[in-house]
């Protein structure tokens, strides 16, 4: 950010990883305050940056623990946007529902919605309370297939390096088609028409990671063939998904086993995506399946 000053808003759904994320803006200098009244943000922010030494990154967290007083975010955030050399920016972490039910259930923890209703009944109030605000914001990122570190390393990337946001997290998985489609696939490519390194003695107990069992699955022209035409096929994709306002693409990649073949080739993808200057995270979910 070019301004000597900045306010990162931190909102979104509850259950999506605002505490998280507020920690992790805390560990690269930025002064945290959570669930502040939207009203009272201006006069914060006052205070903050008129002391002396005062800090001049603040993240502030509103969500809608605050009930009513929720609707009173986007006036308040555009008095901020009014103080003179200050960049606000409003960070939206998403998730999808059922992932959200997945973790108020295993944590144990009431949603702030449905003290008198069900869960799912208070996530889907949630999502319409919280519409207008994510329309606004400058960024979203969906939080439902991300690791910490993977969170981490992309708030990191917006807020400490100065990366450019593409608006859009890529996941690249690789899958053994043996064991199941991955559940929230948005595109799925089958490379079982190549060679398979498992009937290769040398390479059996390897796996797409290791050197020789991903020279020989790229020794094939038909491995850089698909590489080649699917590359191109995102090239086509990727800004348009971006127009559309999509914020997560899940691209899944599978051989028989999980192992080999698919490995190699969703690192060649997502590695791809990385020198075009998306934010692409890549996991093996069979990998250690035999």
């Not at 009937?199 to 390897?206: A, G, N, R, S």
């Given at each position: 950010m070019l301004n000597s000053k900045s306010i990162v808003i931190v909102t979104g759904m509850s259950g999506a990883g605002k505490t998280t994320v507020l920690k992790f803006l805390e560990d690269i200098g930025f002064y945290c305050a959570d669930n502040l009244p939207p009203s009272l943000l201006a006069r914060f922010v006052e205070t903050c940056f008129g002391a002396e030494d005062g800090n001049d990154r603040l993240a502030l967290g509103i969500d809608i623990r605050g009930g009513k007083l929720f609707g009173d975010l986007l006036p308040a955030i555009d008095e901020l946007r009014a103080f003179e050399d200050c960049a606000v920016s409003v960070l939206y972490l998403d998730c999808g529902d059922e992932t959200l039910h997945r973790r108020y259930k295993e944590t144990r923890r009431s949603h702030p919605l449905a003290r008198s209703g069900s869960l799912m009944e208070g996530i889907l109030a949630e999502r319409k309370m919280t519409r207008s605000v994510r329309e606004q914001a400058t960024y979203v990122i969906d939080t439902s297939s991300m690791l910490a570190r993977e969170l981490k390393a992309e708030i990191n990337s917006i807020f400490l390096s100065g990366?450019?946001?593409?608006?859009?997290?890529?996941?690249?998985?690789?899958?053994?088609?043996?064991?199941?489609l991955p559940m929230d696939?948005?595109?799925?490519?089958?490379?079982?028409?190549?060679?398979?390194?498992?009937?290769?003695?040398?390479?059996?107990?390897?796996?797409?990671?290791?050197?020789?069992?991903?020279?020989?699955?790229?020794?094939?022209?038909?491995?850089?063939?698909?590489?080649?035409?699917?590359?191109?096929?995102?090239?086509?994709?990727?800004?348009?998904?971006i127009i559309e306002g999509k914020t997560r693409l899940v691209i899944c990649v599978g051989c028989t086993g999980g192992k080999h073949r698919s490995v190699t080739l969703a690192n060649s993808l997502g590695e791809y995506l990385r020198s075009q200057g998306y934010s692409a995270y890549i996991s093996h979910r069979d990998i250690s399946n035999m």
């Open positions: 990366k450019a946001f593409a608006g859009i997290i890529v996941h690249v998985i690789s899958f053994g088609f043996k064991h199941g696939a948005d595109m799925v490519l089958d490379v079982r028409f190549l060679p398979n390194p498992f009937y290769v003695e040398e390479l059996k107990f390897l796996s797409g990671n290791d050197p020789p069992v991903r020279d020989y699955v790229l020794s094939f022209p038909a491995s850089r063939s698909f590489i080649d035409k699917t590359c191109d096929i995102l090239d086509l994709l990727m800004p348009h998904y």
